[in-house]
């Protein structure tokens, strides 16, 4: 957060002072995170929880929970090879693209110029 203190007029200034003074009192009156963190912890733990199945986190029970209504997945064998090129650029034969994802710029270029994509494979 940056303030620009030279833009603001004397009544502004006076405003965020107070503002800034408020909020310093409101946090000076909290109790520090680790108080008020071993408190909680103590009651969850009379009441028979930890804080991770209350609050999120790697807890048993939430993650079988999670681990039954989630189907397998499988992975495929290929899954992660590279995929042999099907396009090579006629202006730079080390330029190549599988046919996957996003077309690169000189294919782009080529193909909006009227050219056709069938021009570009490789054969």
Known sequence: MSINL????A???DALISQAKK???TL???KPIA???????????AEGYSIA?????SSAP?????????PARKVSKNAGKPVAPKYRNPANPSE???GRGKQPRWLAAQTSAGKKLEDFLIR
């Open 62 to 70: 939430a993650s079988a929970a999670r681990a039954a209504k989630a």
């Open 35 to 45: 108080v008020v963190r071993k408190k909680l912890t103590q009651l969850a733990k």
């Open 11 to 13: 009544k502004e200034l």
């Open 96 to 98: 190549t693209w599988a």
């Open 53 to 57: 199945e209350l609050f999120g986190g």
């Open 6 to 9: 030279d833009a603001l007029s």
């Open 23 to 25: 909020r310093k009192t």
């Open 28 to 30: 000076s009156k909290r």
